[in-house]
């Protein structure tokens, strides 16, 4: 029996995404090399890196180049307006990344996930120019516009498939290591302009009782923070009720510090991806030799 084939399923996430490095490291640091490869978003990125044969070291380096002026140039608004930004600049630091590859060149199969407007269903790509894929993968709907591809109008991959499991064992996986980066609900710090409560209170008439004691933790939130988390809760169901359904072989979550990373500010992210992708190995060496691996 030949060894098992590895593969990675990355998610959508963000800054996170950038822990997704983190993760590759770890693991080409205990000789594990995966050889079949699917991302949504920013693990479309990353993992399309990986298997085009990008360098870890020029993929950190291409993260963490990014500052505030070079991630505020990229959502520069547009027209059409069927999304903030067009994605020019993103395209532009894609294509850096990609150059003109195919998946034809890629040195392992891989796939980025989108979703397809229309349908609302996940829309796989495995074919045609690299840099098409991983930008339909990582329109985020409101914020880069939609990419008309295969005939099909794609937004982000994930609003319908945001860690792949199911993509990387049609692509031929025996053991799957899924990199789970998505935001918990419970850790976004919500806030916003102080909750005043009714009229007569908000004029002092009123006396202070105990009810109004309540007051004090409540706000009103702007209407960002309302659409972010609505998305983050939406994500974290949705994978959670995927996981549930077909599970990965090991799960990797990096465990963000309190100062979570941002575009500008991704290497707590990496190192964070690292120390996952380490804790993670004892429980990748049983898959792997359960798999008939050597693990």
């Given amino acids: 029996m030949g060894n098992p084939v590895v593969g990675l399923a990355l998610s959508s996430?963000?800054?996170?995404?950038?822990?997704?490095?983190?993760?590759?490291?770890?693991?080409?640091?205990?000789?594990?090399?995966?050889?079949?490869?699917?991302?949504?978003?920013?693990?479309?990125?990353?993992?399309?890196?990986?298997?085009?044969?990008?360098?870890l070291d020029d993929l950190e380096e291409e993260w963490r180049s990014t500052s505030f002026l070079s991630a505020a140039r990229a959502l520069l608004p547009t027209v059409p307006w069927s999304g903030w930004t067009s994605g020019g600049e993103l395209v532009r630091r894609l294509r850096r990344t990609f150059g003109d590859r195919t998946f034809r060149e890629l040195e392992r199969p891989f796939a980025a996930v989108a979703t397809?407007?229309?349908?609302?269903?996940?829309?796989?790509?495995?074919?045609?120019?690299?840099?098409?894929?991983?930008?339909?993968?990582?329109?985020?709907?409101?914020?880069?516009?939609?990419?008309?591809?295969?005939?099909r109008l794609l937004i982000d991959g994930?609003?319908?498939?945001?860690?792949?499991?199911?993509?990387?064992?049609?692509?031929?996986?025996?053991?799957?290591?899924?990199?789970?980066?998505?935001?918990?609900?419970?850790?976004?710090?919500?806030?916003?302009?102080?909750?005043?409560?009714?009229?007569?209170?908000?004029?002092?008439?009123?006396?202070?009782?105990?009810?109004?004691?309540?007051?004090?933790?409540?706000?009103?939130?702007?209407?960002?923070?309302?659409?972010?988390?609505?998305?983050?809760?939406?994500?974290?169901?949705?994978?959670?009720?995927?996981l549930a359904a077909e599970p990965p072989d090991v799960r990797v979550r990096p465990q963000f510090a309190a100062d979570p990373p941002t575009y500008s500010h991704v290497g707590c992210a990496i190192e964070a991806g690292f120390e996952a992708g380490r804790r993670a190995m004892p429980a990748i060496r049983r898959a792997l030799a359960a798999a008939g691996g050597s693990g």
């Fill in 116 to 151: 397809d407007l229309e349908s609302g269903l996940p829309y796989t790509i495995t074919e045609g120019s690299v840099v098409d894929a991983v930008r339909a993968s990582l329109s985020v709907p409101g914020l880069f516009t939609p990419v008309w591809l295969d005939d």
């Fill in 158 to 242: 994930g609003v319908s498939d945001p860690l792949p499991v199911r993509v990387v064992r049609a692509l031929g996986a025996d053991v799957v290591i899924a990199v789970d980066v998505l935001v918990d609900p419970a850790e976004v710090r919500l806030s916003g302009l102080p909750y005043l409560g009714t009229k007569d209170r908000r004029m002092n008439i009123a006396e202070t009782t105990h009810a109004d004691l309540s007051l004090a933790r409540k706000y009103h939130p702007a209407v960002f923070s309302v659409l972010f988390q609505m998305s983050t809760v939406f994500q974290r169901r949705l994978c959670d009720l995927a």
């Fill in 13 to 55: 996430g963000g800054a996170r995404g950038a822990a997704h490095i983190g993760v590759l490291r770890a693991l080409a640091e205990e000789g594990v090399f995966p050889q079949v490869v699917a991302g949504t978003s920013m693990g479309a990125y990353v993992g399309g890196g990986y298997a085009a044969g990008v360098s």
